[in-house]
């Protein structure tokens, strides 16, 4: 009796708070557009999230899904017209959210005392969404996402590969000599799905990097000619040598994107990317003492960042026309700092993007996830970028890509088909 008169009591102050902020503060309803359908588990804990912000400062946080198909247009409409939500879904990188800042898509954070610089100085990964040029931070990763790889260690072992030796991250070196023992044991190495292009899409952003020394040297090679060059040719080499040796899955130019994931589960391939929303996937599918996960490996480059590692986030940035940027900021930070939301999305896979927070402070769900999050704090990160993952890029690599890999044009004239896509004098 005692104690649910306690729980009663409990419910009373919590309405009683929530009453009280909605007395204090006048109402207030924003929008934000993402690219999540509803029953996803991020969808869930933003509109959590919302709730909160909802009880505490009577803000109403409108979620709209819209769906991936077309979205980039759609913020380029709503950019052209200044109409549109008062915050939306953004992928960082500098070529891409950056990219819509300078177009006019969103409000700077560092301006209008919206984050005070203690708070901009919590966060990891805002660099990615930076202009460098005028130091605008144009939004904020809300999770430490990250490109990694899923490997199927039967047939490691199988291969003569001991895969409980493998170091946090490969060389190139290392990464092909598993690839030619993969292959020689009658495996396919790794995964491929290249039919629209999306697989180049996820080269050219994780691995070109890694072939300069600074991810702001990226976008030089794309905003300016001659794209072509010595980076450009070698970069373009390996990865017709990669494809050329076997190391992917055979007739993979030709196969959906929608059929990549599905290749590892069936055993089709023994490597594959991992994305953290994919790690149940492969658990449930193949259990998990036969699912191990590494860091993306070294793909060739010898820049300074040739042995770093990708990450890159779900970016949430205000609109450069809201009128209510205070409670637009008011929804990112409950997304950043608030401990209980954070570990909702540590949950799903995405780390804490907010530094005072340490992984050990979460449950991270599998063991061997587990060990792939202690030693991925360890290693020398980069936000990769999004070299290739931004509208303006995306047409033309899904309609050239096949083209250079397949040996039907030079790396030289991919260049070419890039600078006339883009206009560039």
Not at 66 to 88: I, N
Not at 399 to 419: D, R, W
């Amino acid at each position: 009796m005692l104690k649910k008169l306690g729980l009663i009591l409990v419910a009373l102050c919590a309405l009683a708070v929530a009453l009280s902020a909605q007395s204090k503060n006048p109402p207030v309803t924003i929008e934000y557009w993402t690219v999540y359908e509803k029953d996803s588990a991020l969808l869930v804990t933003m509109q959590k999230a919302a709730d909160i912000l909802k009880a505490r400062d009577n803000i109403t946080v409108d979620i709209v899904s819209k769906g991936d198909a077309g979205f980039r247009e759609l913020l380029t409409a709503s950019a052209m017209s200044q109409s549109g939500p008062d915050l939306v879904f953004n992928w960082t990188g500098l070529a891409d959210i950056v990219t819509g800042g300078m177009q006019g898509l969103h409000y700077p954070l560092n301006k209008g005392n919206l984050f005070s610089k203690a708070e901009l100085a919590k966060l990891l990964l805002l660099d990615s969404c930076t202009d460098v040029k005028t130091g605008n931070v144009y939004g904020t990763a809300t999770g430490n996402n990250y490109i990694a790889i899923a490997y199927n260690k039967d047939m490691m072992t199988k291969a003569g590969i001991d895969w409980s030796k493998f170091p946090a991250k490969w060389t190139y070196a290392q990464f092909l000599d598993v690839c030619k023992k993969l292959k020689a044991a009658g495996f396919a190495p790794f995964g491929y799905a290249n039919k629209e292009g999306i697989f180049a899409d996820w080269w050219h952003s994780f691995s070109f990097p890694s072939y300069v020394d600074k991810i702001s040297d990226v976008i030089p090679y794309y905003g300016k000619k001659p794209i072509y060059n010595k980076v450009f040719d070698k970069f373009c080499k390996d990865w017709k040598a990669f494809y050329d040796a076997g190391y992917f899955v055979e007739g993979g130019n030709t196969i959906s994107i929608n059929d990549l994931w599905g290749q590892f589960t069936a055993e089709k391939c023994a490597i594959i990317p991992l994305f953290p929303a994919l790690y149940s996937v492969y658990v449930n599918a193949l259990g998990e003492d036969k699912v191990g996960i590494m860091e993306w490996p070294s793909m060739g480059g010898t820049g300074k960042l040739a042995m770093a590692s990708p990450i890159y986030g779900d970016a949430i940035g205000i609109t450069a026309w809201t009128k209510h940027p205070k409670e637009a900021a008011a929804f990112i930070k409950e997304l950043v700092f608030n401990k209980e939301i954070v570990a909702d999305f540590v949950s799903q896979g995405l780390f804490p993007v907010n530094k005072e927070f340490k992984l050990t402070d979460f449950d991270i769900p599998g063991t061997e996830l587990k060990r792939f999050a202690a030693l991925h704090g360890q290693q020398t990160l980069y936000p990769e970028g999004h070299a290739f993952w931004v509208r303006e890029y995306s047409s033309v690599v899904e309609k050239f890509c096949n083209s250079m890999v397949l040996g039907q044009i030079t790396p030289q004239q991919y260049a070419a088909e890039i600078e006339a896509a883009l206009k560039l004098k």
